[in-house]
């Protein structure tokens, strides 16, 4: 049986520019992005893995995770990435995004029964 699916127009466009530009963060971001809007979460999460190799302080793509990770019932993983988002989103002074990544962490500390101390440091890898 063939894993083979159709796939949209954005989605092998950004999969041709990502041969063409493989280092490039924006464009695993771009093309995790498309992966995650279409539920492919595996695709995602690789692509934004690929991301935050390239771009560690890429706040956007921990985001982007934690949501992810949210939605496979993966709470602690979660918890970690959207724990992360907020704290650089501060470093970079972006207030709203930093007040929306702290409302998914109480958010999950309830949703995954996680309290703050079952968590490695923020600053730790994830």
């Given at each position: 049986?063939?894993?083979?699916?159709?796939?949209?127009?954005?989605?092998?466009?950004?999969?041709?520019?990502?041969?063409?530009?493989?280092?490039?963060?924006?464009?695993?971001?771009?093309?995790?992005?498309?992966?995650?809007?279409?539920?492919?979460?595996?695709?995602?999460?690789?692509?934004?893995?690929?991301?935050?190799?390239?771009?560690?302080?890429?706040?956007?793509?921990?985001?982007?995770?934690?949501?992810?990770?949210?939605?496979?019932?993966?709470?602690?993983?979660?918890?970690?990435?959207?724990?992360k988002a907020g704290n650089l989103f501060s470093?970079?002074?972006?207030?709203?995004?930093?007040?929306e990544a702290r409302g998914l962490l109480r958010q999950y500390y309830r949703?995954?029964?996680?309290?703050?101390?079952?968590?490695?440091?923020?600053?730790?890898?994830?």
């Open positions: 049986m063939f894993n083979k699916f159709f796939e949209s127009k954005e989605i092998k466009q950004l999969k041709a520019r990502a041969q063409s530009m493989p280092n490039d963060p924006e464009v695993c971001f771009n093309l995790g992005t498309a992966y995650q809007k279409l539920g492919r979460y595996k695709d995602a999460v690789c692509e934004f893995e690929k991301t935050l190799k390239y771009n560690p302080m890429s706040a956007e793509a921990y985001y982007n995770l934690a949501l992810i990770y949210e939605n496979m019932n993966e709470g602690k993983k979660a918890t970690l990435h959207i724990l470093n970079k002074n972006d207030q709203v995004n930093k007040m949703k995954f029964n996680i309290q703050p101390e079952d968590l490695p440091e923020p600053d730790s890898d994830i």
